[in-house]
Structures are given as C-alpha cells and as structure tokens.
C-alpha cells in the first residue's frame, strides 16, 4: 500500500491562533483557562471554559459572510487556511483548477453550530418562527464547515464529514487515509472544529456531572490523570492538516511532516457516556498492528498523546488501557495530556493534537501534563508531569475516545526522507 504522509498543519486554540503560537504556550505550561466571557456564567454550576481570544473571523470571512458561519466554522476556516498555505496549495488563496478534482476534505466536529441551535431555538420560543434566521440551518451542519471551506479554496474532490463526538477529530485523519489509499484523491484536507461554549453546552454537560466545578482556581482545574481531578474544562478551537500520498508529495516538493503509519477504530458498545477499558485498548491495538505492518514488522512508541480528560473514569481506563497494550507499566512510553492547557475541545480534540503531536516530534519535545499535583494509584505512569521534556521522538500515538463508546487512534512517524 503507498504511503500517506502530512504535508501542512494549522491551529487554533485559547492559548494561540497558528500552530507555532499555540505550540510554543502548551509547552511552557501555560493554559487558556479562565472564567467564561462568551456568555452570563452566573447561574452555572461550572463557570470555566478555555476560550479563543480576540478572534476577528471578518479577517478571513468579511463581514457580510461571516454573519452566515458559525463560530465553528469560522474557527475551522482559520486553521484549514494556514494548513493549506503551510502546505503551498493555495495561489490567491484558491487551490488552482488544475488540482481542484484531486483535493477533498473531511470535516469534523462533535456537535457543531450550537451557538446558533441555541440562539434561534429562543428567537423561535420568545419571539416567533418568522424570525428565525435563513442563514440558521446552513451556518449549523457540521458538514457545512467543509462546505465553506471547499469554496473558499476551490477544494473539487471528495467533501466528507465525521460527527463522532470527542473521536471525531481523530476519525477524520483516518477518513483522509482510506479515501487517498483508495485513489479517490491524492490530497486530502482534514479539519476538526468545535465551539459549544454556551448555556446549552456549558449547561448539558454539567449536568451529566462532566465538568470540572474548580471555579475559584480556574488555572488548575484541568488535571488529567491527577488524584483530585473532578471533570474536563471545555475547550473550543480548531486544527487542520494536509494529508498526502508520498508520491504525490514528493512530485512537487512539499515539505513532509510525518507519516500515517497506523489507525485504528472500535466501538465500546457498553454505555452512551461511560468509557470502558476493552474499547480503547482495541483501537489502540489495531493501530498499533497496522502501524507495525507499515514499519517493516518493527514498532517502538516514543509518546502517547492521551486523551487524557480529567474525568475520574476516562483516566483510569485510558492508564490501564495503555499499560495492557505495551503489556506493563515498565514498557509503557512517557504519555501526557494537553487538555490542562487547552481544554477538551470536544469533536476538534483529535485533530488538535494531531498537530500536537507532530510539533511534539518536529521539536523534539514532549509536552507536559501540567497540574500533576496528586498522584493516583490508578494512573500511575509517567505523564511527564508539568514540565516539558526534551526527548528525540521518531514516532508517536495519538488518542481520542468519544460518547456512545466511539474509539479512534492514529500512529504518527517522524519523517526522514
């Protein structure tokens, strides 16, 4: 089977808007979480959030289009036009007709336009149906964001979409490796978006108990695999990425990131919010076989990025997931989690990290699990606690778990040449 490779990345979160910026923060520690400012927190259980800040999408969009978007497709425009121009596919900010037929996109997100769901489900309660906006159900699809973003760019090929909630991101970058290995595009553009930081959202998810109630210390309220850690922050951003066949990539010279050397998929098929062990283990396993395949029948992990969310569940299982596949805690890699710093941005989540993980392997870095305070007898590996790690990495796994017990997993390796 040819090789699929990554050949341009873009990102935006609350602790930057490009990958370098975004990067540079996770791995000084810092985080992008504060108390909500998007909307009247007062009444919430939890108050916390971590937000992009100071996003204009008139930048990319103008005025008058930007009012028809989401603030999730705006977001997921951001990143897929520095992915895109990281990647030198975009002359005036348009993919040319020569290529247009051969370049798709997949497109992600957990839930998608629920500002807008929100805001004209009350103009249709409060107000009346005649007011509800055209431009409401376009701007709310999840696949609209791929939508968008096709004609902004002039991307002609295959336009897919993933809604599988927190492993949505992750799915994606699997989605664009089977449509590239069945010839159906040479060049696919993968983008996962997310921003649910509403009442409904904020609210839905506190009242599954899910949220993180650590308002007074907002800075330390993401704490994944911590002893204390009582829920994930909610996040909102995007991350794209340029996924390729090698030949194609090498035909006109782009510079490569990393190899898709693995995935793998599985299903829970045990509770609609309650993540199991077996589910994750499986898909980390598939893609720790297939990865293995692709490498001439060796594999080392050098890093995991975990999914890591700071609910009490997900982290005990994810651990003793980890420690199944690499059969002990001694053959376990470092593993870490980024969500401290950002936030779980749910459906974008997976793409994200993806990004993460190959500034991870580009820089020679492992980014901390910050807020690693007290340790617990059921996450007991090395999370690279609170501060960075300088460490070669040549090859790197990538988790994402979702609602409804949907697992997905990508192995990255750190290309050479």
Avoid: W
């Amino acid at each position: 089977m040819q090789k699929i490779v990554i050949t341009g990345i873009g990102m935006i979160n609350g602790l930057g808007q490009n990958a370098d910026e975004s990067f540079d923060a996770i791995v000084d520690g810092k985080t992008g979480i504060d108390t909500v400012t998007l909307f009247d927190i007062n009444e919430f259980s939890a108050k916390i959030a971590s937000e992009v800040k100071n996003f204009d999408p008139t930048t990319i969009l103008g005025k008058k289009e930007a009012k028809k978007a989401d603030r999730f497709i705006q977001l997921g425009i951001h990143a897929s036009a520095e992915a895109m121009n990281d990647a030198g596919l975009l002359h005036d900010n348009k993919v040319s007709d020569d290529i247009a037929n051969d370049i798709g996109i997949v497109s992600a997100s957990g839930i998608g336009g629920l500002p807008n769901i929100e805001k004209n489900s009350v103009t249709c309660s409060n107000r009346s149906p005649n007011k509800i906006s055209p431009f409401f159900i376009p701007s709310s699809l999840v696949n609209m964001l791929g939508g968008f973003v096709t004609i902004q760019h002039n991307i002609k090929g295959p336009n897919l979409s993933v809604v599988t909630a927190c492993a949505a991101g992750t799915h994606a970058i699997a989605e664009a490796y089977k449509t590239i290995a069945l010839k159906g595009a040479t060049k696919m553009l993968v983008i996962g978006a997310e921003s649910a930081i509403t009442g409904a959202g904020i609210g839905g998810f506190a009242a599954m108990k899910a949220l993180s109630t650590r308002n007074d210390d907002p800075k330390k309220a993401s704490r994944p695999f911590d002893k204390n850690r009582d829920g994930f922050v909610m996040g909102e951003g995007a991350g794209a990425l340029v996924v390729e066949s090698l030949q194609s990539a090498k035909k006109r010279g782009a510079k490569i990131y990393a190899e898709i050397l693995g995935f793998g998929e599985s299903g829970d098929a045990n509770h609609i919010t309650t993540p199991t062990q077996d589910g994750p283990y499986r898909a980390m396993k598939a893609a720790y076989d297939m990865a293995k395949r692709n490498n001439n029948g060796e594999l080392h992990i050098d890093y995991v990025n975990a999914h890591g969310t700071s609910t009490p569940v997900n982290d005990k299982n994810e651990t003793a997931a980890i420690k199944q596949l690499f059969k002990d805690k001694q053959s376990c890699p470092p593993v870490s989690s980024t969500k401290g710093q950002i936030g779980h941005c749910l459906g974008a989540a997976g793409s994200i990290e993806a990004v993460i993980a190959i500034k991870a392997m580009e820089n020679a870095i492992i980014p901390p699990t910050i807020n690693q305070i007290s340790s617990d007898d059921e996450c007991d590996l090395d999370y690279v606690p609170n501060t960075a790690r300088k460490q070669k990495i040549d090859i790197v796994m990538s988790n994402s778990f979702g609602f409804g017990g949907t697992n997905a997993v990508i192995i990255l390796k750190n290309y050479k040449g």
